[in-house]
């Protein structure tokens, strides 16, 4: 039983910032993936960033880089996504997902490479 629990959604003005945390509990791969995903209003889910447990090296999708911020805290078991100057296009539901250390696609933020996922915490940017 694997449970992920995202928190620190809020409604924010354009150019704000956000904290959100995911908190990881269960018979999870603590030497796996963690990564947060979002899908926007209308659009697929996409990949934001993901972070790989044993060395702490990230990956981020191109349309967040040098804005967002993703971190992990193993000894609580809590991944965050710091979220700077945020945007209208920023607006999404986020989920926080994991993967196990095998699913190296998980680098590649392909969606089935992640098997545990959290119930999503929304973002809503506004002018």
């Known amino acids: 039983q694997v449970q992920l629990v995202e928190s620190g959604g809020d409604s924010v003005q354009t150019g704000g910032s956000l904290r959100l945390s995911c908190t990881a509990s269960?018979?999870?791969?603590?030497?796996?993936?963690m990564g947060w995903f979002r899908r926007p209003p209308g659009k697929e889910r996409e990949g934001v960033a993901v972070?790989?447990?044993?060395?702490?090296?990230?990956q981020y999708a191109a349309s967040v880089k040098g804005r967002f911020t993703i971190s992990l805290n193993s000894a609580k078991n809590t991944v965050y996504l710091y979220m700077n100057n945020l945007q209208r296009e920023d607006t999404a539901m986020y989920y926080c997902?994991?993967?196990?250390?095998?699913?190296?696609?998980?680098?590649?933020?392909?969606?089935?490479?992640?098997?545990?996922w959290g119930q999503g915490t929304q973002v809503t940017v506004s002018s």
């Open positions: 269960g018979n999870f791969d603590v030497n796996g993936y």
């Open positions: 972070i790989y447990a044993p060395d702490h090296v990230t």
């Open positions: 997902a994991s993967a196990p250390n095998d699913a190296r696609s998980a680098w590649f933020f392909t969606p089935r490479a992640f098997q545990n």
